[in-house]
């Protein structure tokens, strides 16, 4: 669901008088339900003048301990609306009771026997973080909510990641109906939450900039990655906030492919993919270029096997994860993947392997071998598939392959040949393939 969404419905249960529901908003761990409440919603709640009041939930054991928090949390709010004026005159032992309601239980106990109720619990929206990592049984904690927004009409939003819920799904939901007048599913759009994430910078002038310049790049590798979570994305901009001075004299290139690297490997390292202790371990990514790539997708697995096969390296992997489509943004920078991993950035390296880089340029018999050697040949267009088949014979012929590649290539021509995708017999193949081993030998 759209943020705006939420807001517009948020906006309309902040505006009904009397409420006994409570709302849940679901997203995964790390997607920005947190900061959404409190760059958010927590605004437009006192924009209409209801008081927002933040508590997690992770560690809390016991209700009366839910409870107490609640009420100290309110305190704030009692004090400057000069409650506890009026109530201390009625008893006079404002101190001893307020002690004695922390230790031992909660509004309840504060105020029973003044006749006096102080707390017009439908001014306030609590926000409840991390139910799911709640102590509390979670038929007991919503039936403690429940209490509170049925009977006190208390505005109350729970963020969650309910497929984190250890209650079984079914009595979780026949249990929550209750409580729960509506779940809104929550997932913050890149383009919106990166000027928010990025905006923290601005003291740093030349980074904040960068960020601007680069923000398309970086959050189309965010969506084209998958990664949701906000902790990884601070991380990553963290990251680049270390490099980013490194980077200010070079070509874009060099710029995009630490970018292309950082979040790559970031999201790897922060999934436990990769491990700290393997900061020197390159995992063979120091080797891999295009050309490894188009090795790769001709074994690559059929559509029809599993796209994960025991055995494969962490570098095919990070192929099949990374590079389709895009293996042109991606060049080894080992300092950086070091320090990603450690947290140490040998800046000696950095600027040597920047030094060195030079413009990539990919060979036209490279990007056609990578494009057609491989089984997405299915996704090409007849005239693209067709024109392809010619260039790559063309290029065979002259030696432009390795020998390696010339089995790769007949390979995939017998195939074509058996399945009359193309009009080339066994023998038509055969003489442009000996025609190239000669060539490639001669090389």
Not at 35 to 50: G, Q, R, T, V
Not at 127 to 136: G, K, N, S, T, V
Not at 411 to 434: M, N, P, V
Request: one cysteine or more; charged letters at 25%; glycine letters at 4%.
């Amino acid at each position: 669901m759209q943020s705006d969404y939420i807001k517009s419905i948020f906006e309309d249960y902040l505006a009904r008088e009397a409420t006994n529901y409570a709302l849940l908003i679901n997203g995964v761990w790390g997607s920005g339900k947190t900061h959404f409440w409190k760059h958010e919603l927590e605004n437009i709640a006192l924009a209409a003048n209801i008081k927002p009041i933040y508590i997690s939930l992770n560690g809390v054991a016991k209700t009366e301990n839910l409870g107490r928090t609640l009420f100290i949390r309110m305190l704030p709010y009692l004090q400057k609306d000069g409650k506890f004026t009026k109530w201390a005159n009625l008893t006079g032992k404002i101190v001893e009771a307020l002690s004695k309601s922390i230790i031992d239980g909660g509004v309840t106990d504060l105020l029973a026997g003044t006749g006096v109720d102080i707390v017009d619990y439908s001014k306030y929206i609590v926000c409840l973080d991390d139910l799911e990592r709640c102590q509390i049984p979670v038929k007991e904690l919503l039936g403690f909510i429940n209490n509170y927004v049925e009977h006190k009409s208390l505005k109350v939003v729970i963020l969650a990641d309910e497929s984190k819920l250890k209650t079984a799904e079914e009595e979780y939901d026949a249990i929550k109906e209750k409580t729960i007048g509506r779940v809104l599913n929550f997932q913050l759009p890149h383009e919106k939450i990166f000027p928010q994430l990025s905006s923290s910078y601005k003291s740093n002038t030349d980074y904040y900039n960068f960020l601007k310049k680069c923000s398309a790049t970086i959050t189309t590798h965010f969506s084209d990655f998958g990664q949701k979570n906000l902790r990884v994305m601070l991380f990553i901009l963290d990251i680049l906030e270390r490099l980013q001075p490194f980077l200010k004299d070079k070509k874009d290139f060099c710029a995009n492919e630490v970018i292309f690297l950082v979040v790559s490997i970031s999201c790897d390292f922060k999934e436990g993919k990769l491990q700290s202790n393997s900061y020197n371990d390159f995992k063979k990514l120091d080797e891999l270029n295009y050309y490894f790539f188009a090795r790769y997708l001709a074994n690559a697995p059929t559509e029809n096997e599993s796209s994960v096969i025991e055995g494969h390296s962490y570098v095919k992997y990070f192929s099949e994860r990374y590079l389709q489509g895009r293996v042109e943004q991606f060049h080894f920078y080992p300092s950086v993947y070091s320090f990603i991993l450690s947290g140490y950035l040998d800046e000696h390296n950095f600027r040597e392997e920047l030094a060195n880089r030079k413009s990539p340029e990919v060979l036209p018999e490279t990007i056609a071998y990578a494009k057609l050697i491989n089984y997405n040949f299915r996704d090409l267009e007849n005239t693209e598939f067709n024109h392809l088949v010619e260039k790559v014979i063309d290029f065979a012929k002259r030696g432009a392959y390795s020998l390696y590649d010339y089995a790769q290539i007949a390979d995939f021509y017998f195939f074509f040949s058996d399945r009359k995708i193309i009009s080339l017999t066994y023998e038509d193949i055969w003489t442009f393939i000996l025609q190239g081993l000669e060539a490639a030998v001669e090389k």
